[in-house]
């Protein structure tokens, strides 16, 4: 079978076919035989090159994260991603056009206002969560669009705070 | 002895304190607000008691509803923990008067040690060094201003009620002082109810050292040494340790006999910390005193050999400390890492979510001190520290050591945490080779951004995430999410005609 991933921003192909016990993954022009044992419900042991390695593995949402050797991956596949840049403009980002927060908190200074132009990294609000201020920057230098929220004003990541118009 | 206590704590902690009262055979009460229901704490405790809502000014701080779980429930006595009411003298005045023993400092210690103001007066007196600044609370931004100026900037604006770095702030120049005042007297009057604030002359790039210190009712009073804590961001405390790299035998000693100076200075009993600045030149300055069990203790607890929980319940139920500071020794090397619920790679923003699994560290000289499980939810409304991850070794560099490959064993999938930054800070040369000031994260670790990838290791992640797919899509309504949920068939009847074990040649 055939696959493409997200890691990290790049796209890579991937296939993983049957063979005799085991399994050969393919990417490019590298082959890796290997034997993949499910061993509880979120890890697989892949027996490869006379060595063992442990792979937890565990879906959130879209993502498949997966942990082996030390480091997170957290892989995506391009459809699920593209659903998230909606309509309209590409040249930024949408998560750059539109500014949320990454976090359930309470507005507690808006820092911009409608017309103003910003600088990336500017502070466009403080939401507070965990007791804590959280400054929310801009992603892209640009021009504040329209504010969507109000200082006390309850917000949550599904909710757009502030909408940019990038400018380079 | 006590027969029960009530934790009037969440997280890590409670569950710390909930296992040292089950050790000293001591029956354990919990609360717990709407967002704990399925808290690890909760599931611990002998008995649990709601006390309200999700925020905690109508649950974890609110003194009434705990008294009356105390009451309810027969708990001679409440362990605050840190945070929350641990240094609210209000509640220990409360507790003294409805006959609960609140573990800790009596109220009139945790008066005047909370008050910043009025500790750097007493320790002043009794002539402890403290730092430059103004002597009493700011009462206009004008009073603020010319403060500042004699005290010549940069200097620091702090909450009077404060601890834990909230409503902290570093002024660099005079047009910085009014936003730094007003954000450091929002964020003083949200995490304490109190919006006083006042300034001290800033000291560049010191080390945060501070000394553990034991006190019983009789008045005996010992140091168990120090904890350097200068890893920080944002006046948050991230990675400690013990020994500290910077402090000789003679330096140490005459810390620790001030440090129990401020203690006897406060009259103060039971367990507290006294943390001082170092600078440059080897100069410290009295800071402040924390007067609760802290975040960091665990350190303490490996290189003397006490168990500093134990220790509070057994002075607060009135029996003598019966240690010698002759008698005290340090052993070995001990670190910790805090493992918070925020997202490194940007800037550190709270994470909440479902953990969706977990695998904790071990091996030799590995301890962590979770208040967390695999299939939990980690709730928004309090502060995001999940765990703690401490290691012991015989000196230093094997500490760093064990404490790099801990990191590396330790999975969290679901949420964001800070162990990969935690990872290149204790390998970090400038750390390894001891030189932690409070500048080391602002020095080396701004932009952070994770090194280059592990071509090998990222192959082997995209076989197992083009097997889990594989298998998904041979049987509808699988998932591998995790914390298995009622109906989901085990992975060994859904593979069908797969060979699990076995001889089968590895096919390399």
């Known amino acids: ?168 | 002895m006590f027969k029960k206590i009530l934790i009037a704590n969440r997280g890590e902690i409670a569950v710390r304190i909930i296992r040292a009262c089950r050790e000293m055979g001591i029956s354990t009460v919990a609360v717990y607000s709407e967002a704990d229901r399925t808290s690890l704490h909760v599931q611990l405790a002998d008995e649990a008691v709601p006390i309200g809502p999700a925020p905690a000014v109508e649950s974890y701080l609110d003194m009434n509803r705990i008294v009356r779980a105390a009451h309810d429930t027969g708990a001679e006595a409440i362990h605050p923990g840190y945070g929350f009411l641990a240094e609210n003298a209000a509640f220990g005045r409360l507790c003294e008067k409805e006959g609960v023993v609140f573990i800790g400092p009596d109220s009139a210690a945790l008066e005047l040690v909370g008050d910043k103001v009025r500790a750097r007066q007493t320790m002043e007196k009794a002539g402890i060094p403290i730092i430059p600044g103004m002597k009493s609370v700011a009462q206009s931004p004008r009073e603020c201003e010319a403060a500042a100026r004699s005290l010549g900037y940069p200097v620091i604006v702090k909450a009077s009620a404060g601890g834990g770095g909230k409503g902290m702030r570093i002024v660099a120049d005079e047009k910085g002082l009014a936003p730094a005042l007003e954000a450091g007297c929002r964020e003083a009057k949200s995490a304490f109810g109190d919006e006083s604030v006042y300034l001290e002359k800033y000291i560049e790039d010191p080390r945060h050292v501070e000394f553990q210190v034991l006190a019983d009712s009789a008045g005996h009073t010992v140091h168990l040494f120090e904890r350097e804590c200068s890893i920080q961001r944002r006046f948050q405390k991230i990675v400690e340790e013990t020994p500290s790299p910077a402090l000789d035998p003679e330096l140490r000693a005459r810390m620790g006999e001030t440090a129990v100076r401020v203690m006897k200075a406060a009259g103060y009993t039971n367990a507290g910390t006294v943390e001082f600045l170092l600078d440059k030149d080897r100069n410290f300055y009295f800071l402040e005193v924390n007067a609760r069990i802290q975040v960091e203790h665990p350190v303490t607890e490996l290189v003397t050999g006490l168990d500093l929980v134990r220790r509070q319940i057994m002075i607060a139920a009135g029996e003598p400390l019966g240690l010698n500071q002759n008698d005290l020794r340090q052993r070995g090397h001990a670190l910790e890492c805090r493992i918070y619920a925020e997202d490194p790679r940007r800037r550190f923003l709270p994470s909440s979510g479902r953990i969706v699994f977990l695998k904790e560290p071990q091996g030799p000289g590995v301890r962590c001190d979770s208040g967390i499980y695999g299939g939990w939810e980690v709730p928004v409304y309090y502060d995001p520290i999940l765990a703690k991850l401490i290691v012991w070794a015989e000196n230093r560099e094997a500490a760093c050591r064990r404490m790099a490959s801990a990191l590396d064993d330790y999975v969290v999938l679901g949420i964001h945490t800070t162990i990969d930054f935690l990872k290149d800070v204790v390998r970090h040369p400038e750390f390894l080779a001891g030189r932690t000031t409070t500048a080391f994260l602002k020095k080396h670790f701004e932009g952070w951004g994770e090194g280059g990838a592990d071509e090998d290791t990222l192959r082997l992640a995209l076989a197992a995430a083009a097997y889990d797919e594989m298998t998904r899509a041979r049987i509808p309504g699988t998932s591998r999410a995790g914390g298995s949920a009622p109906g989901i068939p085990s992975p060994w009847t859904t593979l069908g005609g797969w060979r699990n074990g076995g001889t089968g040649s590895h096919g390399v």
């Open chain 1, 1 to 168: 079978m055939e696959f493409e991933f997200l890691v990290d921003g790049a796209l890579r192909k991937v296939s993983l076919e049957k063979k005799d016990s085991g399994f050969v993954f393919r990417e490019g022009g590298t082959a890796l035989d290997a034997e993949i044992r499910p061993v509880s419900e979120n890890t697989l042991l892949i027996l490869a090159g006379g060595r063992s390695h442990l792979v937890r593995i565990a879906r959130a949402g879209e993502r498949t994260l997966v942990a082996l050797h030390g480091r997170e991956y957290a892989i995506t596949k391009p459809a699920a991603e593209a659903a998230r840049f909606e309509q309209g403009d590409d040249k930024a980002p949408e998560g750059e056009r539109q500014v949320r927060t990454p976090m359930p908190g309470k507005v507690i200074k808006l820092c911009v206002c409608p017309g103003e132009e910003i600088r990336k990294n500017q502070v466009l609000v403080i939401v507070e969560a965990m007791k804590m201020e959280n400054e929310i920057v801009a992603g892209t230098p640009g021009v504040v669009k329209k504010i969507f929220v109000a200082v006390g004003e309850l917000v949550d990541p599904q909710k757009i705070l502030i909408e940019i118009e990038p400018r380079p």
